[in-house]
């Protein structure tokens, strides 16, 4: 996530409360963050796997990504 | 004015045929054995493969030519299922499971089958030879495939017009082509974007000693990186891109030096030697004098239209070009051309991956131009982000060693 942020000349605030809109993460870049973890793994995700829920915090993405990965 | 005929008599049977090295005619070919009618000629080179359409010409008979690899068993099977006997290389004869009368003429093609699998177009050989215009004396690259739409349009064009010589390029050869070309004085070629792309980034000054006076491309879109890269390399050299095809023929004809065509040959007065083009939607539809058989009045080709100012620019596949990125939509053309504007690429291909949220997302490989130094994919995404709307920003960048090609000459950007 560091990484996306990092590419988009932003940093990864510290607190996994912080929340996304403020933060200026956007679903473009929650997108890349799941296919970097997808190249990652060298593997492809089942991206319907973890359901629809609100994802409004930095922890909901770290939460999401986990879930992908042991999908 | 240049004197315009029609006729597809065997003109330039004399012409300089250049084949492995030895320099031939068409005349002095191997001879064939008498060829069944309808055949399905099957080849592992391209000698072979003039001899055959020389034995068309000669006698009339219905022919399907192409490389044996591109000829699967299947296939096989369903063109003995309509008529054909099939000749494999070694002269090998399978008779056909349907007997018929041969359509006497009649040339075959397969289309590229990238939408599935190959298709036959009928042609002759007067469909096909759509240059009639008398040409400068010149020596032809021939890089093509056996059998494809832009074989046939070179092979044509030597057969049927004095003082055009072909150099017959093997796959094998291809990635030497440059060499063989200077030593055998070839001064016009034709080849896709992919196949140009390729000669320079393998060896620009190699391609620069070729003293060619005709540059075509086609085959894929032609962007205008690609142009502006051959034109740097040949300052006075005639650079023209075609797009043609095996269902509607050779249509679009440009010379400027620049993508695309100009917004005005839109719905043109219909001309009996021109092609009329028209949109329906973002599709380029065409109704074409070189059409194959059963492809009368408009064809829709299933190719995709961008406008550009004054140009109409062909960016792709109609059902592939466009990428939804939830629920914005960018052509990969329109991309691929950003990033190949870039002086640090050699080539990209973009496509669409699946991604939460937003459906799909933009994604791309890159060659890179290993004359410039290291480029990263932040340096990409910088470049497209300042060119492109967010969406249309390829997030992951992959890159690639060497440029794909098939047997095409393409690779299936």
Redesign the interface.
Known sequence: MGEVMTAQGRALPAEDTADLREIGFRSLDFSELALRVEDELGDELNFDAPGLRRIATVGDVLDFIEQLQSA | MAGRRRTTALIGDDNTVVVAGKRLTWRTLRKLPQLPSPAAVLVDNGADALAALRHHAVHGTELLVATESRVDERMREELGESGFAIVLPDGAVTLPRLKRVEESGRAWLLTSGSTGRPKRIGHTLESLTTVTADQPPRTWLLPYSPGTYAWWQVVTLSLTQADQGLVVIEPHELEDWPKIATEHGVTAASGTPTFWRQAIYRDADALAGVPLEQITLGGEPVDQAILDQLREIFPTTRISWIYASSEVGASIVVHDGKAGFPRTWLDRDPHPERPVLSVDGDELVIRSPHHGAGQIGAVHTGDRIEYDGDRVLITGRLDTDEIN??GSKVSAGVVRNVLMGHPGVSWARVFA??????GR?V?AEVVPNRSLGPITD?DL?QWCSTRLP??GVP??IKFLDQIPQKETLKSDV
């Open positions: 990125v939830g991956r699946k991604a939460p949220l937003v997302m994604a932040a995404v967010d969406y997030r992951r």
